[in-house]
């Protein structure tokens, strides 16, 4: 699979359909979700609440 950017189609179709409810995610936020989805590890729930929680601290 090819690596998503930051800048790449696919990741600014996530952040609009986000802003379309009111979602936003902060630069680093968007940057640690980039690294878990280029990483090829199974994204789950609970790896979705360990990530947030570890950038809450």
């Known amino acids: 699979?090819?690596?998503i950017q930051l800048?790449?189609?696919e990741f600014n179709r996530v952040l609009k359909n986000m802003q379309l409810e009111?979602?936003?995610l902060s630069?680093?936020?968007q940057?640690?979700?980039l690294d878990i989805v280029n990483s090829g590890v199974i994204i789950?729930?609970?790896l979705i609440?360990?990530?947030l929680a570890q950038s809450v601290k």
Do not use: G, I, V, W
């Open 1 to 3: 699979m090819k690596q």
């Open 7 to 9: 800048d790449s189609p």
């Open 22 to 24: 009111n979602l936003y």
């Open 27 to 29: 630069l680093s936020l």
């Open 31 to 33: 940057q640690k979700a």
């Open 44 to 46: 789950t729930p609970t």
């Open 49 to 51: 609440k360990e990530t």
